[in-house]
């Protein structure tokens, strides 16, 4: 069977969210560079991998059998979000980096989703969300203002910074406080909710927060020992300099 492509930057925490995911799932893949300098990622070539229905033979059957009726064939030929990650198996395409996490679980190693389990499989839900509109969303600014801005010859705006410092800390002691109970996010099994916070806390060890984790002992420790494993390792070589 061919190995999936995954098309993106690996300076993109979005890109390596999915390297972690495919990585401990097993899943064969091959990660197709994108280039963000020349505005690749806005070409038609990328714009085209996003087909929003996911399946190249579906999208081409249904706009044969409805064009009478629809006259947007183009928009349904292509995200005009222009972003990444891609992933293309076979004529199967998906975007956006969590829906493609979860693909590569399904396909892979569904366990990490724990979707055989009721309560199990609701607390995987749970914890993929807070880290999606909790965590990330705390950290995020502040990567983007350490990390990104600089590059991109911006200045850091520290005002930005603070402000989600003080909703990052209010997030880790949330963590902390379930993490004294409770070896992983959603019970004492790895899954998809704690790989999916991987590439982000990668990033914070890149700034001048990176000793953050310091004060939440059991934090720390989930961390310690997430950055154990041979799928987070692969992350954190791809995401060095």
């Not at 097993?26 to 714009?47: A, C, M, Q, R, S």
């Not at 928009?75 to 198996?89: E, I, S, T, Y």
Request: charged residues 20%.
């Amino acid at each position: 069977m061919a190995p999936v492509k995954l098309y993106g930057a690996t300076l993109s925490w979005n890109v390596t969210r999915c390297v972690a995911a495919l990585e401990e799932a097993g899943v064969e893949y091959e990660l197709v560079p994108i280039n963000f300098g020349t505005g690749e990622h806005k070409g038609p070539d990328h714009l085209a991998r996003n087909t929003i229905l996911g399946s190249a033979n579906y999208l081409t059957t249904l706009t044969q059998e409805s064009q009478a009726t629809c006259k947007c064939s183009e928009r349904l030929q292509q995200n005009p979000f222009g972003q990444v990650p891609a992933l293309q198996d076979g004529d199967l395409y998906v975007f956006e980096s969590r829906a493609i996490c979860k693909y590569a679980c399904r396909k892979s190693k569904p366990e990490l989703l724990k979707e055989g389990d009721i309560k199990e499989s609701a607390m995987v839900d749970v914890w993929l969300e807070v880290e999606a509109h909790q965590y990330t969303a705390a950290l995020s600014p502040i990567l983007f203002e350490c990390l990104i801005h600089p590059m991109l010859g911006g200045a850091t705006d520290q005002t930005v910074i603070d402000a989600n410092l003080v909703k990052i800390k209010n997030v880790l002691a949330v963590y902390e406080a379930h993490l004294s109970k409770s070896k992983y996010l959603a019970g004492d099994f790895l899954s998809l909710a704690d790989l999916n916070h991987v590439s982000v806390t990668l990033c914070l060890a890149a700034t001048p927060y990176a000793s953050l984790f310091d004060a939440y002992p059991h934090v720390k420790a989930w961390w310690t020992d997430l950055l154990a494993r041979p799928s987070v390792q692969k992350v954190a070589a791809l995401m060095k300099p």
